[in-house]
């Protein structure tokens, strides 16, 4: 009914109507909502995705408190009128016009580098609608971090290796070093 040129009209008018909570939420419910996810950050200038953005409505607000906003949503209606309103209002918001469930969210991972972290967040909707959310921390090292960790326990001759896997991605090439290292205990 999404992509129905008819009824997705009617569905976006929905939306539009924030007096009541049946496509989108009140504009109180809508506002508290965006108050209680900055809250729970500690950055101060966030990059969020908002997958099934709709019309743009929470995408708006965040990116009205200065923060880097994509939206997503496979109804060409909903993004058609995002995208309207964000010229409108000078928001800088990047509107997709996407089915979610197919997008490649690596594109989309978390950065953490001052503790040398990636987050891959992959969440995953069963033919039951059932919502599970898989999480994959990856911890990278510097060549200077692995000979800290490893001379501190007693690993000597190391070597460190960039060409053993052939170049492609984020998980080949010269992004994967091999470290060869002798325990001299």
């Avoid at 506002?31 to 743009?56: A, F, H, M, Q």
């Avoid at 509107?95 to 978390?110: I, Q």
Wanted: charged fraction near 25%; hydrophobic fraction near 35%.
């Amino acid at each position: 009914m999404w992509t129905d040129k008819h009824i997705s009209k009617q569905l976006l008018d929905v939306h539009l109507n924030t007096d009541v909570d049946l496509g989108s939420r009140k504009i109180k419910t809508i506002n508290s909502t965006v108050t209680w996810i900055l809250k729970t950050s500690k950055k101060k200038k966030l990059n969020i995705l908002d997958l099934g953005c709709g019309p743009g409505l929470y995408s708006e607000k965040l990116a009205q408190k200065g923060h880097n906003v994509t939206g997503v949503d496979f109804s060409a209606n909903s993004i058609a009128y995002a995208k309207e309103e964000a010229k409108k209002k000078k928001l800088d918001i990047i509107y997709l016009k996407e089915n979610y469930l197919n997008l490649d969210l690596e594109e989309n991972s978390f950065v953490y580098e001052e503790n040398k972290v990636i987050l891959y967040q992959h969440i995953v909707i069963d033919t039951k609608e059932t919502i599970s959310v898989y999480r994959f921390w990856t911890h990278f090292f510097s060549q200077s971090d692995l000979s800290k960790i490893l001379h501190t326990h007693d690993f000597i001759d190391l070597s460190y290796h960039e060409d053993i896997l052939p170049k492609g991605d984020l998980w080949n090439g010269d992004n994967v070093t091999f470290c060869k290292a002798i325990n001299s205990k």
